[in-house]
């Protein structure tokens, strides 16, 4: 038996008892008065921003606005105008070059600030992390209190991959100085419409 076989038999035969998850009651878990400006204060204070809107008009016109500009532009949000499909097979050094990039959130998080994204949302997993400007649209319908309530909302095996993201890129690794779009987007705008 070689000594690989050896270590998985012995991992194989000193693995723990499998318990079931704890049931939590939502009901005990946090709440809060204001849901919007829970949400809104917790974002600004991991460095990104929100933006209320009753309606998308104003948002549309920026991003025409971009384009017009020759920013390249990355839009995967469908009440926006035209979703760009064409993304799914670029390289990292293809979507380098991307500007801003327009994506649809399914849930907001109160409690942390963050946005559950599904892989067909982003169209390329890479494209909320290598993107410099980052816009997600959510629904002001669509922000729940704790991840508690959000992981009962989502379906996590419904598609190969998605993330919870929450504010820009940032690091504070050297001297405990914090450093934003040090690894990823430059800045995170969250448009809530309703």
């Known amino acids: 038996m070689s ?6 038999k012995a991992i194989t035969a000193n693995k723990p008892t ?8 939502l009901a005990d878990v946090i709440q809060y008065t204001d849901l919007l400006q829970q949400y809104k204060t917790v974002l600004q204070s991991i460095g990104g921003g929100t933006v209320e809107l009753q309606d998308l008009n104003s948002l549309k016109e920026e ?3 971009k384009k017009a500009n020759g920013d390249f532009v990355v839009n995967r949000v469908a009440s926006l105008g035209e979703v760009e499909d064409s993304i799914e097979h670029l390289t990292a050094t293809d979507l380098a070059a991307v500007d801003t990039a327009y994506l649809q959130g399914t849930i907001a998080v109160a409690e942390n600030g963050a946005i559950w994204l599904y892989e067909s949302q982003m169209g390329n997993r890479l494209l909320p992390f290598i ?3 980052l816009v997600i649209v ?6 729940v209190p704790t991840m508690h309530h959000a992981y009962q909302q989502i379906e996590n095996a419904k598609e190969g991959f998605g993330v919870f993201l929450a504010g820009p890129s940032k690091t504070a690794d050297i001297e405990q100085s914090l450093v ?3 690894h990823g987007a430059r800045s995170l705008i969250v448009y809530i419409v309703g």
């Not at 499998?18 to 009651?25: K, R």
């Open 3 to 8: 000594a690989r076989e050896t270590i998985l």
């Open 18 to 25: 499998l318990v079931d998850l704890p049931a939590i009651d």
């Open 63 to 65: 991003l025409e606005i």
């Open 131 to 133: 993107c410099q400007h």
């Open 138 to 143: 959510i629904e002001k319908k669509k922000i």
């Open 180 to 182: 934003i779009g040090a």
